[in-house]
């Protein structure tokens, strides 16, 4: 298994944004950043394209280590990092900057746990066309500076061999699957497989159109050398992976107890099952009771919510109408949050665009593309949404989030007050590199996101509240789910029923999330409802120990100020600096 490159895995779901204009930092975070820095730059020297995105433009136009020995390298080096953390906190007394080491420290420790696990049960397979797609879009951005798109052609010919030094990738792969063959190893499942395979002339076409938008001359002898390299290693994948392909999802307990660790979850998969349960029954119940109004005030004969659902995903929005629409529901939302006094808003308009065919295909779930996390110079974050699932069947199409009622929540989530204040107010705050980069755990970004829906719903319409609701099922529904697949205690099949016939999702959202839970990020779905539960929880604390004091707008706001600290952490913050803080308060 190549070892897991922290620096590229935080932009799965998410991103963030920033001001051209950014505060002077803190003393600590000077500090902190130093540190912060050893780690990145090690860790640049196997995954430099990982780097290159979080803002070091210095390794633009590099390529990732797929050499020989590459576990056993990665480790070694990362145990030097290792104990250069550990001697400097030894001697660090700033309260904050010894915090940001211990996060560091963890971060790492756990980088090599799970590079061990993987060379423990997984052979070392890569999907190389999607991983080549992804980072080539990256760069090839409207966002990012010209000079740095030029080292595009530079990555695309290292990939290909043509640049001087440099094998092809595809090569670097076939060798690694190679070499990683040895006993108890088992290969990668096979559906995955397969979607790579199918996926590649989408991501040539996708690679294709974008050095074309962006006019990058002299591209077009690594472009054919790429297209006939991801077809050969297609043809590779058919006869040396797809046979040794697992066909059970199921990931060895160590390593799905080691995916929920990762993203945040520290309490048993069992516990959040049950407690996932009582949700969906709630948040189900709440949905049949708002049914009835919507109807009314819709002029819909139908009262169950299932039949209300469907009525509403028939006003449908034509693709070429739905950045405007959703501008329209992202002003509204921001005009609710200031009126209301939730959370501190930044002065500039959000980012929001479509997915090409190719970004659908690599990720067919919305989400946040980040910018710059580190030396960013005004990037902003885009709130991507796609309108396709290319790995669903023929004739499936997305009808989730193209209609008027599912615009609110969605921006609600992926946008204001979500994902894109929340990495926005990180930077323009000053919240340290270790807080935005290495503490990063799903419970709490998806948890913050989640919150930000339930803070936005009563300041919606009717419709939107509902689809809300519908979207709340949704994460309870990971919760339970994610789980039982994972432990054996219900199948594919029949959980894509409670999908399809209790959340009502389409038959290609509701591949997408079975996808999810299955292969492409086992694990990471119940984070939604356990974050959202911890903020619940960790707020209904608050309300009580300040009474009358309780300012939502600074709760808000002190959440976002701490970046991405575990639960546990937060829960500190709050408690001891938060809350002492607004007692004192005159």
């Known amino acids: 298994m190549s070892p897991r490159l922290i620096l590229g895995t935080a932009a799965l779901l998410l991103a963030c944004s920033v001001q051209a204009a950014a505060p002077a930092e803190k003393p600590w975070v000077t500090a902190s950043n130093a540190n912060t820095r050893l780690v990145l730059e090690a860790q640049a020297a196997f995954g430099p394209e990982g780097a290159s995105q979080t803002g070091l433009a210095q390794y633009d136009g590099l390529a990732m280590d797929l050499g020989p020995d590459l576990s056993k390298r990665y480790i070694a080096a990362m145990q030097n990092v290792l104990g250069e953390l550990n001697a400097r906190l030894a001697t660090e007394t700033e309260a904050n900057v010894r915090q940001d080491l211990q996060i560091l420290i963890a971060s790492v420790q756990d980088d090599i746990t799970g590079t061990k696990l993987g060379d423990k049960y997984n052979l070392d397979w890569n999907d190389v066309p999607g991983m080549v797609f992804g980072n080539l879009q990256r760069m090839l951005d409207d966002q990012t500076p010209a000079a740095r798109r030029a080292k595009t052609l530079e990555l695309l010919q290292r990939y290909v061999g043509l640049f001087p030094g440099t094998t092809p990738m595809t090569e670097l792969a076939k060798r690694r699957f190679v070499e990683s063959r040895g006993p108890g190893r088992t290969g990668p499942f096979k559906a995955r497989v397969q979607q790579s395979i199918d996926n590649a002339p989408t991501y040539i076409t996708g690679i294709r159109e974008l050095f074309a938008e962006y006019k990058i001359a002299g591209a077009e002898p690594a472009l054919a050398a790429l297209e006939k390299q991801f077809a050969d290693y297609s043809a590779w994948q058919k006869a040396n992976v797809l046979p040794v392909a697992r066909t059970d999802f199921r990931l060895p307990p160590e390593m799905y ?123 902003q974050g885009q709130f991507v949404l796609p309108v396709s699932n290319p790995t669903a069947g023929k004739g499936e199409a997305y009808d989730d989030f193209n209609f008027p009622s599912a615009a609110w929540t969605l921006s609600a989530h992926e946008g204001r007050p979500g994902h894109e204040l929340q990495f926005s107010a990180m930077i323009e705050r000053g919240v340290s590199q270790a807080r935005v980069l290495y503490a990063f755990n799903s419970v709490n970004v998806e948890g913050w996101a989640l919150y930000a829906e339930a803070e936005s719903l009563p300041y919606e319409p009717l419709d939107g509240q509902m689809i809300a609701l519908q979207h709340r099922l949704l994460r309870a529904s990971r919760a339970m789910l994610d789980p039982m697949l994972n432990l054996g205690m219900i199948s594919r099949e029949d959980a894509g029923k409670v999908l399809s016939d209790q959340v009502m999702l389409s038959p290609a959202m509701t591949r997408q999330e079975l996808d999810r839970y299955t292969f492409r990020a086992p694990g990471q779905a119940g984070s939604y409802f356990y974050g959202y539960s911890r903020i619940l929880q960790l707020r209904a604390e608050t309300e009580v120990a300040l009474g009358t004091k309780f300012d939502r707008l600074k709760f808000n706001n002190f959440l976002l100020d701490q970046g991405l600290l575990p639960p546990d952490l937060l829960v500190k913050a709050v408690r001891e600096q938060f809350v002492p803080a607004q007692r004192a308060a005159k």
Request: charged residues 25%; neutral net charge.
């Open 257 to 379: 107890a080691f995916r929920l660790k990762q993203v945040g979850i520290d309490i048993d998969p069992l516990l959040l099952m049950q407690r996932a349960q009582v949700e969906f029954m709630e948040t189900r119940a709440a949905m049949q009771a708002l049914a009835p109004l919507v109807a009314k005030q819709k002029g819909l004969e139908a009262t169950n919510y299932r039949d209300v659902i469907r009525a509403l995903k028939k006003d449908t929005i034509p693709n070429d109408q739905l950045e405007s629409l959703y501008a329209g529901v992202n002003k509204q939302l921001e005009a609710a949050i200031v009126r209301e006094q939730i959370v501190d808003l930044p002065s500039r308009p959000m980012v929001m665009r479509l997915a090409s065919p190719a970004e659908s295909a690599a990720q067919p779930a919305p989400h946040m593309q980040p910018p710059a996390l580190v030396d960013n110079t005004g990037e």
